[in-house]
């Protein structure tokens, strides 16, 4: 079976502090994704990746960054959280190629910034 | 990627069949349409896409329009277990996974 999994269902954490929001996959998938999840605004791409090493912005990245040292692994940072933060964190991931763009989430993991 | 439209919110008795329209009438040639859903508390599910043909798997059918402005994802005999958020998405098969999810349809079944 094939799995995406997060590091955390739920977090709390204080305004400015730095959060990590860790992802795995087990399918040797070249591209993930981070994306975030709000009532009446669907899910947004935060940033995502091609390969080791390599990021690209999404359509929300302002207040976050991203780190892929290894394939199976993508992290997303909140260098100085805030309370519009708050929200569900989505990952993703996908092999890369023309033929099929299923992507395969994670669980989610529900950040609440106080 | 081209934009979709969906219904806020539908519901559907348990044992019949759900269909869920989406439109699409900005899609280009070579975007697909894919459908995924969202039980409560998860994320999303990958449940079936299509080009031009229509397509079924264990899960859906999916039903495109000739001109493809439009689309159907029919689950033939809900369930209690189907409630959740279904997302229309168009996408090039190219953009390997970059897609965008709009608010999606409610979907409730009912006993």
């Known amino acids: 079976d094939v799995k995406v999994t997060q590091s955390s269902r739920y977090l709390v954490k204080r305004t400015g502090e730095k959060v990590f929001l860790e992802c795995v996959q087990d399918?040797?998938?070249?591209?993930m994704f981070w994306y975030r999840q709000d009532p009446g605004l669907g899910l947004r791409l935060i940033y995502f990746?091609?390969?080791?090493?390599?990021?690209e912005k999404g359509d929300i990245p302002e207040g976050y960054s991203v780190s892929r040292e290894k394939k199976e692994r993508f992290s997303l940072i909140l260098e100085s959280a805030s309370t519009n933060q708050t929200s569900m964190y989505l990952c993703a991931s996908i092999t890369a190629g023309v033929g099929n763009n299923e992507q395969f989430f994670g669980p989610g993991t529900r950040l609440t910034v106080l | 990627d081209a934009k979709t439209t969906q219904p806020p919110s539908m519901d559907c008795a348990e044992g019949r069949a759900a269909n869920l329209p989406c439109n699409h009438s900005t899609i280009s040639g070579n975007e697909y349409v894919y459908w995924y859903r969202q039980i409560h508390s998860q994320g999303p599910q990958y449940i079936i896409h299509?080009?031009?043909n229509n397509e079924t798997n264990e899960m859906a059918s999916l039903i495109i329009t000739e001109d493809r402005k439009s689309s159907t994802l029919i689950l033939p005999h809900a369930t209690l277990r189907d409630t959740a958020v279904y997302y229309c998405i168009v996408s090039k098969n190219t953009n390997a996974g970059k897609s965008t999810f709009g608010d999606g349809t409610t979907l409730t079944v009912k006993p």
């Open positions: 399918m040797d998938h070249e591209n």
């Open positions: 990746s091609y390969d080791v090493k390599m990021k």
């Open positions: 299509g080009l031009k």
